[in-house]
């Protein structure tokens, strides 16, 4: 059966927070677009996680333009359960054109349009906005004996909770935040290691994500200036979030370094050590979802993302990435800085579809 065909100026690919922060601003210029999304309803990847995740930021801190997130009663860092129902009364609030079950598979140029391939339907468009995130592309760094490892391995992406780990020996691996709170909570029920890449870095005990988002704003307002900003990158990587701390109190928080191999009974160390191992969680990280513009050929730059000014595709300048980390904007894969970076994408795409136009008149 033929697609369905439709059209309009923009198109925005992707329903999580990073789209409907594009449609926000779209919507209030009165423009013409569309949001595709792939998931069968509202929240992004806030509809995936685990039981007990929690941002590591009050309400008042995470907020997209034109709707503070409401307070979430009894808990002040709020869960994924919530910001999923934000996201979904923020859709409806403000009469976001988001179409759910729709998974674009390709982006084809064709003159000065966009064609975007559904299954069901295509849409021909004068600009795209790719807002994809990176909940479905994992990253799992294969290391040597990858496939003698008896036991189970995992990715974020499919841990839930604890129990299904009590009285085993469980490796966590990586020095983020996700390793942090899922080691925190699995060191509850099971004997747990935790290797990481690098020292990890423990933010200071009084400072949560808010202080995180303020010195963001301080990075991108210096940038804007042209002036150098320490920023966060000095300040470290993992909020201790009560959980962390209680975590740290239990002794549990000690990381070393990352293991040389896999063996088929668990881990071993280049020094010679070993550990044996029922489970390896590995909370190593995503990687931009950006399969639907393969057809473009975009140019790669040497960091191995697409060649992008700000959020706009040097190959395709109608064409913007948003939120994917930041290279596409500071913090702009985070709640607050969503919204800095899909107003700037948009004034722009929107300025350079009135100058197409008034080129053609
Ligand atoms: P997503 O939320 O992933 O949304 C992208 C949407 O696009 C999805 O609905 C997806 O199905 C859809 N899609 C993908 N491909 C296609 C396609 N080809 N066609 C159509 N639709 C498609 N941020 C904070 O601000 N505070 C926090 O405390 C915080 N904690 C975090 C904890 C964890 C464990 C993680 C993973 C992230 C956390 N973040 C936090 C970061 C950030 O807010 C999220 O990563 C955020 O979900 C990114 O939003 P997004 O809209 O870019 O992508």
Request: net charge positive; with cysteine.
């Amino acid at each position: 059966r033929d697609a369905a065909r439709h059209s309009a100026d923009v198109v925005v690919i992707g329903g999580g927070q990073a789209g409907l922060a594009a449609g926000y601003f779209l919507r209030r210029a009165k423009a013409d677009f569309a949001i595709l999304d792939a998931q069968t309803g509202p929240g992004g990847a806030w509809r995936h996680g685990w039981e007990s995740l929690r941002l590591f930021s009050p309400a008042r801190y995470s907020p997209l333009p034109g709707w503070w997130m409401p307070e979430q009663a009894g808990e002040p860092f709020p869960t994924a359960g919530h910001v999923r129902g934000y996201l979904a009364d923020y859709e409806s609030r403000h009469d976001l054109p988001v179409h759910h079950n729709v998974a674009v598979e390709q982006v084809v140029a064709r003159g000065e349009q966009f064609e975007v391939r559904a299954p069901q339907q295509t849409w021909r468009a004068r600009a795209v906005i790719s807002a994809t995130g990176s909940w479905r592309c994992p990253h799992l760094p294969r290391y040597p004996g990858w496939d003698l490892f008896g036991g189970r391995q995992l990715h974020t992406v499919s841990y839930r909770g604890p129990a299904p780990f009590a009285g085993q020996r469980v490796v966590v691996v990586g020095g983020g935040n996700s390793a942090a709170q899922i080691l925190a909570e699995v060191s509850t029920v099971a004997d747990t290691t935790w290797a990481t890449a690098r020292p990890p870095r423990f933010l200071p005990d009084d400072v949560d994500g808010r202080v995180l988002f303020d010195l963001a704003t301080q990075r991108a307002l210096a940038a804007r200036h042209g002036e150098p900003s320490a920023g966060v990158a000095g300040l470290g990587d993992i909020v201790m979030v009560p959980p962390v701390l209680a975590a740290r109190g239990r002794g549990v928080l000690r990381a070393e370094p990352m293991f040389q191999r896999l063996t088929p009974e668990g881990i071993a160390w280049s020094d010679g050590r070993v550990q044996r191992a029922d489970a390896i969680i590995w909370c190593t990280g995503f990687r931009p979802d950006l399969r639907h513009l393969d057809t473009l050929q975009l140019s790669i730059a040497a960091t191995g993302v697409p060649r992008t000014e700000g959020t706009r595709s040097i190959d395709h300048p109608r064409l913007h990435l948003l939120s994917y980390g930041d290279w596409t904007g500071t913090a702009s894969a985070t709640l607050i800085g969503a919204g800095r970076t899909a107003k700037a994408a948009i004034t722009q795409v929107l300025s350079d579809l009135h100058t197409m136009t008034d080129a053609r008149s």
